[in-house]
Nanobody, 124 residues
Framework: QVQLVESGGGSVQAGGSLRLSCAAS????????MGWFRQAPGKEREEIAD???????SYADSVKGRFTISQDNAKSTLYLQMNSLKPEDTAMYYC??????????????????WGQGTQVTVSS
């Protein structure tokens, strides 16, 4: 059974940095696409970054230039390095995986597996 477990969330002041991790287990072959989503209170869940198994990445405009998605296949771990954090980055962050290739800006329903989420709070 595929499991995704996020860690690394927390509280930080504006301008600070955090690195989220997502440990994946339970599947024999590497999934074609993994992504990070976030959901703020009262808002829809949105994809902010994805990476395919060739290492190609895409980002939402709201995080481009500040966030970096990466993966360590040997450790089966997905990362999200978040720099220059802003109060509007406050949200629950989720990692997700799917058996089809990344297409950027995907709907949550297109992903097959989800982690439980990790909270990121940025204060001004």
């Amino acid at each position: 059974q595929v499991q995704l477990v996020e860690s690394g969330g927390g509280s930080v002041q504006a301008g600070g940095s955090l690195r989220l991790s997502c440990a994946a287990s339970g599947y024999r072959y590497s999934v074609p696409c993994m992504g990070w989503f976030r959901q703020a209170p009262g808002k829809e869940r949105e994809e902010i970054a994805d990476i395919d198994n060739n290492g190609s990445t895409s980002y939402a405009d709201s995080v481009k230039g500040r966030f970096t998605i990466s993966q360590d296949n040997a450790k089966s771990t997905l990362y999200l390095q978040m720099n220059s954090l802003k109060p509007e980055d406050t949200a629950m962050y989720y990692c997700a995986a799917r058996w089809t290739y990344c297409s950027g800006g995907s709907y949550p329903s297109s992903f097959h597996y989800w982690g439980q989420g990790t909270q990121v709070t940025v204060s001004s």
